[in-house]
């Protein structure tokens, strides 16, 4: 079975401080890890995966993510946030064990909230 | 960049009808997917079609539901005799292939609301 957590509810951070968004996943095998953007009244886009190799993930709207193996773990990040980053943060993850469903197992969202 | 396209964007009915969601997927992909978001909690997962045919279905695509592509541009999603419980945010998405490293592609969804 997969499934991801992410446990903020909400994330507020002033505009120009860096921003974290957590996302912890389980998996029977390895993982794929996806991260997913919904602004109002938008259907979710695609940031940034991790498939394997490099354990940080650029994305789009310069946003990164780093896959930690150990704490089961991959964080959403970036340096100096803006206030048209605020919007409804998805992580997703979909186990790598062959024979297993293709589809993603979605986490509740967070919405991220920047003040100017 | 292509997108998704769904209509229409906002859908009210009478508990009791039914309902057709519509969808044009981006034109070279291959693989179509519907989701549901309740107000305030995650996406879903409905079920996947791929070649004409159902690949996945979650446990909540049950007999109350029906996908079909009836040309080749449209991916639809009845649902049957519609209960309060139905209304939600409806999204598709599709991608090139089915391989799970593919990053899926949305639309932006269409509102059931079911009175």
């Known amino acids: 079975a997969q499934s991801v957590a992410q446990p903020e509810d909400q994330v507020n951070v002033a505009e120009g401080n860096p921003l974290t968004v957590k996302c912890t996943y389980s998996?029977?095998?390895?993982?794929?890890l996806f991260w997913y953007v919904q602004y109002p009244n938008r259907g979710l886009q695609f940031l940034l995966k991790y498939i394997t190799g490099d354990n940080l993930v650029k994305g789009s709207y310069g946003f990164e993510a780093e896959f930690n193996k150990s704490q089961t773990s991959f964080h959403l990040k970036k340096p100096s946030a803006l206030v048209s980053d605020s919007a409804l943060y998805f992580c997703?993850?979909?186990?790598?064990?062959?024979?297993?469903?293709?589809?993603?197992?979605f986490g509740r969202g967070t919405s991220l909230i920047v003040h100017p | 960049e292509p997108e998704v396209t769904q209509t229409p964007s906002h859908q009210v009915t009478q508990m009791g009808q039914e309902v057709i969601l519509r969808c044009v997927p981006i034109?070279?992909?291959?693989?179509f997917y519907w989701y549901r978001q309740i107000l305030g909690q995650k996406v879903e997962f409905l079920v996947s079609?791929?070649?004409?045919?159902?690949?996945?279905k979650s446990e909540i695509f049950d007999d109350q539901f029906s996908v079909e592509r009836p040309d080749g541009s449209n991916f639809t999603l009845k649902i049957r005799s519609t209960k309060l419980e139905d209304s939600a945010m409806y999204f598709c998405a599709s991608s090139e292939r089915q391989g799970s490293n593919q990053p899926q592609h949305f639309g932006d969804g269409t509102r059931l609301s079911i009175l």
């Open positions: 034109s070279n992909h291959l693989y």
């Open positions: 079609f791929y070649n004409n045919e159902i690949s996945e």
């Open positions: 997703a993850v979909r186990d790598r064990k062959s024979g297993g469903s293709y589809i993603p197992t």
């Open positions: 998996v029977s095998g390895n993982p794929y």
